[in-house]
């Protein structure tokens, strides 16, 4: 768990904020408090680790809304809605939109706590995953294009002979290019090579 | 009167008849008389002359005789023999036997002759003697030979001389016979042959010396006596001989008939003459007198009535009765009334030219008026009247049409035969019903357009010739608005709805195609009678005379009925309507109206509770995340105290409580489907008593549930009448509040009434209503609370009534309220 983690409570009650400040804090965990979305999306910048705890029904811009707009701007946070009035369809809207969970008030301490650890995991994993995307996307971009003309063929599962023919160069000129590839993209093995690639490709295409 | 002329003029005639009468009819019978004694003269003649043939005859026979021819053989007479004649007394040898004479009178001789004529034998049969002048040559007969028989006087006596050639056996002719026969009484009477009738005698007359020589009775008529002395007892007709001229005397046969046969006839004639006139007199008179009567009588009867058809048709002008001879009355009268008649005649006449001609302006006005088109033809169908209406209805004009074939100016082709055997149909049946003339038939304009008309033939039987008038009339119009009719009455059987008619015995008269499920709910047909229920109905309506509505249910489908009588008819007209769709979206109404009720009430209440658990929600999640806080921190700190610990969790405990009871109260106010179903009210008061159990405690009251032994089931949305009860208990509790606390009660009661609804009370000890908010008690907003909405009893009202129920409050006699829901029982509501 990344200790600048911070969990985000919006709510417009303000016993309520203080109320889960005082609890949330008692495991060690930053909190910070917003009395409406708007409030929040003027202070918030993307990249800050952590979550955030949404009063699905609020004056001005509603949990919903606020959701609709961070999936507008790409920004991924996970979301845990407070309910307070049992209102499923609002509920099933909201998790469709992407919330990681909901929590219906008076809520439970216990259950509170951990679904706030699972959604700064998810934060935290989805953080390095976005690091090591960038990590890679760096090394490719320092291959030339014949290298990655080379590393696209080698990750195929293509023999140097088969790279040679086809690019019209002698082996030898794929093997010194592949080489140059291993060492650019910082890789181990073939094998760790075709995961980056696949890496890449998964997170990168965005 | 009649009597005295009929016997005058009966004498008249008598006498003139014996005037005239009896000169014509002597001059008829005495030219009668002659014309008799001619005939009977004649008839003795041919009496005589047919004797005489019959001794000619005998002569001829006795002279052919074989005797006289066989005597006669050896016998030669010389001329000189001076011999006297040989004289026989008794019957000679060339005779035959006597019995020849049978009817005849016999000769007085018979003689034989030589051919010179000398007597030669004698046979004398009498005592007379042989006339001298026949002795010896008989000169007298030597002059006359050729002569068979002839009549002469020898001696003043008439004889008859029969002489026959007489031949000798050898044929040789020897000479003659002669029969010698004198013409006396004997020889006439014997002519006769006894017939001699009313004493009319025949004779011998000399015609020169006037005297008769002979008679058939000497002692009438005696010998030689003179004509005129005969012609003083007789009449005479005398005739001469043709046949026997044998003498130069001039003899004739004479046949007299005595004057009194003559005269005894003229009497009787003149007797029967007289008896005839008497009969043709008395005849006459009598025909007369009764001709004369009845003509009289006639007269008589004429006159009478002449002066009461003058009385009568002609007025005052009677003629003026004389007294004196009836025929010159009449003949006044006659003459008086011809006058008049004609007087009135002219009289009529001149009306009658009025009356015709303002018959004739009449007609003509008619004609020019009339809004039929009225067209007269001849029988040769050629028109010969038009009328302006014609004119204008047919565009030609009168003086176009005149003269023109009416089939074929009014008609096309293929209209005209359809006319013509109208026309023959109106010839052939002369008297026709009105209706019957009738016949709608397609004319055509001047321009070809064709149009509908009515057309009527009505034939005129003039004098002398035959005329058709023809009534005609545009009907375009009335065709139009029978079409419009028809398509009117189309309506009844165009409906969707059933429309039905029946009559005062509920027999159904029509029924249209939209019917036939109501028929099928009847059981009936058309033209059957309805239901026993259904005909009482059906009296009742036209005995009232009002309208009645009635709904009835037929394979789950549901018409409305209206029945209105048509009195002046006596039918009742069923006007039904499906109202199945109607009472499904009537009922979705309904469950739209309890969505709506529903809706209000989450509105109020429901509202009200959503908002106030979310307004409690954030406090107490508040202090449940504190007090969880506050035990982890002290926890982390190391410094935890029990106690305290004890008592933070004490706070989240009863936080968790309070969110509980919230959720509660949401669960009461979800959002439910109102669905009726049977349920015991009991259990329905039980858990509303359980609802507000915490409240009433709040209070310090135990609700006091007198609830009945037996199951009340009713069907009922369960929800809503849990509503309606929650929201009385809560009004008494809130009434509970403004009253000391050991004051405070709380009942509700359920029992079943007498009318077998369900009974449930909710009384408390209150203040009770006031007497100005009894009225207004369930008006929306109208509230005696701060914090009320004044919508709870409004929408209790709304379910209780929609349940069929009522809902009512009462101030009790020892204070405080009670409020009563009645509601159906189950039994109730399956009966309904």
Known sequence: ?206 | MSVIIGVFCGLVVWAMLDQVQPQALRSIFLEELENRLNQQARETLIRFDNYVLAHTSTARLLANHRQLANYLEPIYWYKGDPDQPKYYRSTPPWLPSSTLWQSLVRPSHILLLDSDQRTREIYQLGERNLPVELEGTNELLLSERRVQASLTTLGDRPYLLISETAEDATGTEMGSLMLVAPIDEQFLAASQQGVSPNGVLVGILDADEQRFLASSDPSRLGFQKYLPEVEANYSVTAQSFSEYDGSTLNLQFATLVPHTVVEEIRDRVAGLERRQRLVAAFTFVSVFTLVFYLLSERLNRILRRVSRFSQRALGSKQPVIERGNQLFVLEDWIHQFIQLVRETREEMRQQHETEMHESEMLKQAIMETALDSIITIDRQGVIIEFNPTAEQTLGHSRDQALGKVFVELIFNQQNQPQFLRLMDDVLSSRDQHPDEMRHEMTAIKRGGAAFPVELAIKPIRLKNRLAFTIYMHDISNRRRIELEIRSLAKFASESPNPILRVNRRGVIIYANNASEQLLGYWGCERAQTLPLYWCNRVSDILRSGRDWQSQVTNNEQVFSLLLTPVVDLGYVNIYGRDITVELEAERQAREHQQELIHVSRLSTMGEMATGLAHELNQPLSAIANYANGSVRRLQASGRESDDILYALGQISAQADRAGEIIKRLRALVGKQAPVRRVADINDVIREVCSFVEFEARKTGVEIEQQLSLNALTTKIDVVQIEQVLLNLLRNALDALLEIPEDERSLVIQSQCNEGGQVLIQVLDSGTGIKEKDQARLFEPFFTTKESGMGMGLVISRTIIEDHNGSISAQTRAEGGTCFSVLLPSDRKNDEQ
């Open chain 1, 1 to 206: 768990m990344n200790n600048n983690a911070t969990v985000f409570v919006v709510d417009d009650d303000l016993a309520m904020r203080n109320s889960l400040k005082w609890l949330i804090e008692t495991v060690g965990i930053k909190v910070e408090t917003y009395a409406s979305a708007e409030d929040f999306i003027k202070s918030y910048y993307p990249g800050r680790a952590g979550c955030l705890l949404l009063d699905v029904r609020m004056p001005g811009m509603s949990g919903l809304e606020l959701q609709e707009y961070f999936n507008e701007q790409g920004i991924k946070i996970p979301v845990i809605i407070i309910t307070g009035h049992g209102d499923v369809p609002m509920s099933v809207r909201a998790m469709k939109a992407g919330a990681v969970d909901f929590i219906e008030k008076p809520f439970n301490d216990e259950l509170l706590l951990e679904s706030i650890r699972n959604a700064l995991d998810l934060d935290q994993d989805q953080r390095s995953i976005q690091a090591e995307r960038a990590e890679i996307a760096a090394r490719l971009a320092q291959l030339t294009p014949r290298e990655h003309e080379v590393m696209e063929m080698v990750t195929n599962g293509k023999a140097n002979k088969e790279i040679a023919s086809s690019l019209g160069v002698s082996a030898k000129t794929v093997e010194a290019h592949r080489a140059r590839v291993m060492e650019k993209m910082e890789a181990a093995s073939l094998a760790g090579l075709v995961k980056m690639v696949i890496a890449a490709n998964l997170y990168g295409d965005h």
